[in-house]
């Protein structure tokens, strides 16, 4: 966001309006928000996230034990979606082997 808020001001604003425009309409209570935010930030590798909802989560009652068990949920829903598109992308490898099959795309 800095470089936009820098560059691009008018894009950085409407997120902003956006961001406020969803916590007055959440459907969910804040612990949950924190936990569904703190996941996306670890699946998006995003430090100053997951630094964040972490706290958030905490502060919204969460236990470390809870944040653990997100933690993990997430590291096991990664590796299944990592085997399921592997497996997708590869499911003609013998006729990759036998190079009947194109790498790339011309």
Known sequence: MRILEEWFPE???EL???DELYKQKRLIDEKTYQFIC???AIKGRSAPC???HFKG???AGATLKELAYIMALVFRESA???D???HDVLEDYKELMKNN???CPK
Request: hydrophobic residues 50%; positive net charge; contains cysteine.
């Open 11 to 13: 894009f950085a604003k």
């Open 16 to 18: 902003g309006k956006i």
């Open 38 to 40: 703190f996941a996306m």
């Open 50 to 52: 997951a630094r964040k």
């Open 57 to 59: 989560a905490l502060k």
């Open 80 to 82: 299944g979606n990592d």
């Open 84 to 86: 399921c598109w592997v």
């Open 101 to 103: 099959v194109q790498c």
